[in-house]
Nanobody
């Protein structure tokens, strides 16, 4: 049984930082691309960042230079370091896993963690 468990969300002031974690089980982690999506009620979900098996990374334009995705294959864990957070980053953030980046939206999803950026 595949499980993706996110943690690290919370309330932070604009300009602050958070680090999200995604712990994976039930998959051979090193053989999966991993990604972070976010969803705001009433808006389409957005791919925030993704990291391939070879650690190639991609980012949404809205987070480039502020967010950093990484993975630790020894710990079966993926991270999203979020710096200089803005109110528009407020969303539920979801961890995803798939055999490749192109199919990240269509395979495994976590339950989500809320990130709220507000003063």
């Amino acid at each position: 049984q595949v499980q993706l468990v996110e943690s690290g969300g919370g309330l932070v002031q604009p300009g602050g930082s958070l680090r999200l974690s995604c712990a994976a089980s039930g998959i051979i982690f090193s053989q999966y691309a991993m990604g972070w999506y976010r969803r705001v009620p009433g808006k389409q979900r957005e791919l925030v960042a993704a990291i391939a098996v070879d650690s190639l990374t991609i980012y949404a334009d809205s987070v480039k230079g502020r967010f950093t995705i990484s993975r630790d294959n020894a710990k079966n864990t993926m991270y999203l370091q979020m710096d200089n957070l803005k109110p528009e980053d407020t969303a539920v953030y979801y961890c995803t896993a798939a055999p490749n980046i192109a199919s990240l939206a269509y395979n495994y999803w976590g339950q989500g963690t809320q990130v709220t950026v507000s003063s």
